[in-house]
Every structure is written in structure tokens, then in C-alpha cells.
């Protein structure tokens, strides 16, 4: 075999013909046929250069394999490692049953998995989605339709970020811990559990948050999580209240022996009147509380404290804080944007109505207030800084970016985790607006966060 090609490869080109070549390649239109001989993949790269057919076939080539990738159905593993996410589990039918563990519309309820490795396989971080709350029949019955009331809209995974991600250089404590994202579908933060069938024009609705809790955490005990040696329950939102509410009762049904701990995450939503001095989300809470019967599963021994007409209170952090016994690293904004929208109705940019600023400051200092028994605490800590976020653990700039004393969140909630910080001294509170530097606090910021909120804005009659 000697063809000229095989020639032409083998024989070494001098500086001058190499020059030569490049030069060509620049200047030289393409040629109109495909010559018979010659460097193929030179011929291809000048192609590729002037013909936008060729472009245009790598885009749309290119584009399809990414999109076959992250397509449902068994996935090269590798991905796991360029992108953080987690697999859908659905729990099988005849496990959740019998139970009555099923998310608003019936179907069984799932979680987002994704297998820890080497020293961090026998540890376990769940996570308890967040996303709201119905506040009556009707608003559920909506929510039903959607991927947080029924698993028959779950997604096929779900992209892991901040204290979720496999990635060392955002996530270095955690990132080889398996995760286990429960899928929130009830409408209640885990917290109902009625037993009647609720309908809504011919439609049946369930509360069974609790039950769902207790399903999921069965199966994961069956599927790795009875070898557990450390647990950190955490969650966002509605998913942060819930991992107050149910952070004792979730210890119960882990493995005896595990260090467990809790990091409640934007959960903290404060009992405040309204900013025309109404009570406002007191309301719906006693609405959501009452509807799904939630006596029945939150904390007993707060349920145990309270009259008939006060048990909502085991609904909301503030009143329920007292009661949990598990060491907690509590994190919330002191200007949590979900709250300054929808609890106390201040929805206005700061530097553009300054007449509302008293009323800002007002409420910055009433949650520094309400929090004042955290930082007491002998057991549990807390990360409070003064920027216009809601959630903080679950996307990397949060995570890693917004600096109290100097500290990230990353950073303070694992030294009080490993008790470099004793939790009297892990009091992380920040100055008030609009001190903090490292927050964004601006215009564009504000106007994104708001069409987010605009587009949400919940039902209430
Ligand atoms: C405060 O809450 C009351 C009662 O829900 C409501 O009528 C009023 O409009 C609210 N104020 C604002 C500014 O939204
Ligand atoms: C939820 O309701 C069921 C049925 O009434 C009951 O057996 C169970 O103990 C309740 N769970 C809690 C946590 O109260």
C-alpha cells in the first residue's frame, strides 16, 4: 500500500510548506469537489470554515447528543460527574396503599437519588423540597395538576446545587454524600394527615404529607439508609418549615447510633402582620392547618402544649422552634424576599419608595426579635444575613457568596457542624439593609426576583 495520502502523512513537512498550507487555508476558497487525495481533515477543517452547512450540521449534531443525554432511561454514569443531579424514584403502588401515602391526587410519591461515594457512601443528606402551600380545597385541587401534587408530573431528575452538589470546589464537605431530595406533593410541608378523602368537584383529594415522610423514609431504610452513620436532614421553603416540624420524629425512624443533625433552610416564615397592620398569614396557615388535619402530624409534644385553638401555632417556626430537640443550624435572610412579599405585602424596590424604608427596618428588626431564642440556644445555630434571597443551600452562588462576618454559609454551618464554632458563638447576624456588600441588592436583581413572585402569586380569596 502506498497511495499518495499514506505518502503524505508519513513524510515530515518542513517550516516553510507548513507556513505555506496555513496560508492557504486562510486565503484559498474552498474547493468545489472533495479531491481524491490529500490531509482529509484539513480539507474538512477548511470546509467547515467557509461552508455553514458544516456548522450547522456539528449545532445540530452537537445539540441532539446533549439532548439524548439528559433524556429519561438508563444514562451513561459520567454524566454524574459533569452535571449534579439526582434520579427519580416513584415508590411502588402496593407499597403506599395500604399506607394511604399518596401526594394530593392519589398517585404514590417519590424522591430524587443520587448514590454517595467512597467516605462519603455511608453518609446521607435528605432534603426536603420546598415550593409553597395550598390554602384551601380548591387551590389544592390545582396543585394537584402539577408536579407538586402528583407524581404523574415528576420530572426524571432534578439538578443538585449548593449543599447538594457533587462538585468539591462548591460542595468540598458534602459532595460525596448521597442525597436523597424528597419530592414534595401534599401542599402541607409533610404535615397532613387526614384521614377522610376531601373532594373537589367530583375529584378526590389527599392530605397525607406525614404518611408520605414515613413511606419515603421506609423505603430509603431498604434501600441503604439502615447503614447510615451520619444524616443531615435539610429542606428549603415549605421544605425548611418541614424540616422543623419533623425533625425529632424523622430521627426515630433512622438507624440507633446516627449522628444526625439539621439545617433548616428559609423555613423560618415569621407570624407578622401584614404592613397596613392586618393579620394576614396567620390566616391561611390556620386554613392549610385545619383543612388537612395537621394536628396529626406535627410535633405531639407541641400539639400536647397548646388549646384546641392554638395548636396551629406547631405550624409555623417561630412557635414550634422551642420544641424540637435535634441540634439545628437554622438559615434564613433577614429580608427573605418570599416573606416581604406575600406576608407583609411590602413589594416595592427600597431606594424607590423611601417612605416604606421605616417599615423595611421595622421588619428586619422584628425577626431579629423573633429569632432572639436561637441565638441562645446552647445546641443549635444560626446564619442570618441581610440580603433579598429566599433560599440559600441550594444553589452554589448562595451557598458560597453571601458572607456574614466574613463567613459563607458553606463555611459557618460546618464549623458549627464539626464544632469548631460551640453553637452559643455560631450567631451569624448581619447588619441591616444595605450594609452587606456581598449581597445583590440591585435593581436588575430586585425586577427578576419579582417577576419570579409575580408569576406565582398564590391564591387567596
Ligand atoms: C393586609 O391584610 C389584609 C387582610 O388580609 C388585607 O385586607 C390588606 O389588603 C392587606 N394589606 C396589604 C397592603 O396587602
Ligand atoms: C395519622 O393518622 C393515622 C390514621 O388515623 C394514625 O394511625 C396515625 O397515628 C396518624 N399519625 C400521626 C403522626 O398522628
Not at 402551600?133 to 401534587?149: E, M, P, Q
Not at 401534599?186 to 397525607?208: C, I, M, W
Not at 418549615?241 to 433548616?264: E, F, I, Q, S
Request: overall charge positive.
Amino acid at each position: 500500500m502506498s497511495s499518495p495520502r499514506t505518502r503524505y502523512t508519513h513524510s515530515t513537512p518542513t517550516p516553510d510548506e507548513i507556513r505555506d498550507a496555513l496560508g492557504t487555508m486562510v486565503t484559498e476558497a474552498p474547493p468545489a469537489v472533495r479531491p481524491a487525495n490529500g490531509a482529509t481533515w484539513r480539507r474538512f477543517l477548511v470546509q467547515f470554515r467557509y461552508d455553514l452547512r458544516y456548522k450547522l450540521v456539528f449545532l445540530v449534531t452537537a445539540i441532539f447528543l446533549v439532548w439524548a443525554a439528559l433524556q429519561h432511561g438508563p444514562r451513561p454514569r459520567v454524566l454524574h460527574y459533569v452535571w449534579s443531579y439526582g434520579d427519580l424514584v416513584v415508590l411502588p403502588e402496593e407499597d403506599v396503599m395500604s399506607q394511604g401515602a399518596v401526594c394530593l391526587d392519589g398517585t404514590p410519591p417519590g424522591y430524587y437519588l443520587r448514590r454517595g461515594t467512597d467516605k462519603g457512601s455511608k453518609n446521607w443528606i435528605i432534603y426536603l423540597e420546598g415550593g409553597g402551600w395550598c390554602w384551601d380545597v380548591a387551590d389544592c385541587s390545582r396543585r394537584s395538576l402539577t408536579d407538586y401534587g402528583s407524581s404523574k408530573y415528576f420530572r426524571w431528575n432534578f439538578p443538585f446545587d449548593g449543599i447538594l452538589s457533587n462538585s468539591p470546589a462548591v460542595n468540598p464537605n458534602f459532595y460525596n454524600w448521597n442525597v436523597a431530595m424528597l419530592k414534595y406533593c401534599d401542599g402541607a410541608s409533610f404535615a397532613g394527615n387526614r384521614t377522610d378523602v376531601a373532594v373537589h368537584e367530583g375529584k378526590p383529594l389527599y392530605f397525607r404529607g406525614r404518611r408520605i415522610l414515613q413511606a419515603l423514609l421506609d423505603h430509603l431504610m431498604s434501600h441503604g439508609l439502615d447503614k447510615a452513620q451520619r444524616v443531615i436532614l435539610s429542606g428549603v421553603s415549605a421544605g425548611g418549615l418541614a424540616v422543623m416540624l419533623h425533625a425529632d420524629y424523622v430521627k426515630t425512624r433512622l438507624p440507633a447510633g446516627v449522628k444526625y443533625h439539621a439545617l433548616p433552610d428559609a423555613g423560618f416564615f415569621p407570624d407578622i402582620k401584614n404592613i397596613t397592620g392586618h393579620d394576614h398569614i396567620r390566616i391561611l396557615y390556620q386554613r392549610s392547618f385545619n383543612m388537612q388535619n395537621c394536628a396529626g402530624g406535627v410535633d405531639a409534644d407541641c400539639i400536647k402544649d397548646k388549646t384546641e385553638e392554638t395548636q396551629w401555632q406547631c405550624y409555623m417556626a417561630q412557635y414550634a422552634y422551642k420544641y424540637v430537640q435535634t441540634p439545628m443550624f437554622i438559615t434564613n435572610s433577614g429580608y427573605d424576599y418570599w416573606s416581604l412579599w406575600f406576608i407583609y405585602n411590602l413589594r416595592c424596590y427600597p431606594e424607590q419608595c423611601p417612605e416604606k424604608r421605616e417599615k423595611l427596618q421595622a421588619w428586619h428588626e422584628r425577626i431579629l426579635s423573633i429569632t432572639y431564642q436561637i441565638r441562645k440556644s446552647q445546641k443549635d445555630g444560626i446564619f442570618l444575613p441581610s440580603c433579598y434571597i429566599h433560599s440559600l443551600t441550594s444553589f452554589a452562588y448562595t451557598w458560597t457568596d453571601y458572607l456574614v462576618s466574613g463567613t459563607s454559609l458553606r463555611d459557618a454551618f460546618y464549623k458549627w457542624y464539626t464544632g469548631k464554632t460551640p453553637s452559643v458563638v455560631a450567631n451569624y447576624f448581619d447588619e441591616p439593609y444595605p450594609k452587606n456588600p456581598t449581597c445583590p441588592w440591585t435593581m436588575d436583581f430586585y425586577n427578576r426576583v419579582t417577576q419570579r413572585l409575580k408569576a406565582y402569586d398564590f391564591y387567596v380569596e
